[in-house]
């Protein structure tokens, strides 16, 4: 970053007007004042999926809280876009997602089981999906290695399960 701020200067010290020396002085200290405000802003951590397909997808995703399982959707991706699906460090080590491809039809699925439904849906708990009147739904597990940010990417090749 600083790198790229100290390869513009020149061309910004020519547009004022100033002199090298204090031109130098002035990239100097606007330097020093913007790499203390970015070093006191914290990085972003965050749950991020792309579709780098070439269709719209809806992706669920599963995860544990403190409260235990929770699975919610849908996140509408048109191709090629991303979404942050969870905000903040991530807490847990797995991530479970289920994607339909609205466009050309199929999923990418796996083998770990949890509620859905076709609205929009936040759902507590993993047992009993149909009897509770949701859907049943088979995710594919994400090991984030415990990192505090992931960015998944689904792309026309790598269907766990799906079709």
């Known amino acids: 970053m600083t790198a790229a701020f100290f390869s513009s200067a020149p061309g910004w010290r020519r547009s004022l007007g100033v002199g090298r020396r204090a031109g130098t002085i002035l990239g100097f200290a606007f330097a020093l004042a913007s790499g203390s405000l970015v070093a006191a802003t914290p990085a972003r951590a965050d749950l991020r999926l792309c579709n780098m397909t070439s ?3 809806g992706i669920a995703l599963g995860y544990r809280d403190a409260q235990g399982w929770v699975t919610e959707g849908w996140w509408n991706l048109n191709s ?3 979404e942050t699906l969870l905000k903040g460090q ?3 080590r797995f991530y479970y997602v ?3 491809d609205y466009d050309r039809g199929g999923e990418w699925s796996g083998r770990s089981f949890m509620c859905t439904r076709e609205r929009e849906f936040t759902v507590r708990g993993t047992e009993d ?3 509770r009147g949701f859907d049943r739904s088979g995710f594919f597990e994400v090991d984030t290695g415990e990192q505090k940010s992931w960015t998944i990417q689904l792309t026309e090749t790598n269907r766990p399960g799906g079709q």
């Open 98 to 100: 289920y994607a339909m």
């Open 129 to 131: 999906c149909l009897a």
């Open 90 to 92: 991530l807490s847990g």
């Open 80 to 82: 090629r876009g991303c």
């Open 55 to 57: 269709s719209r997808v």
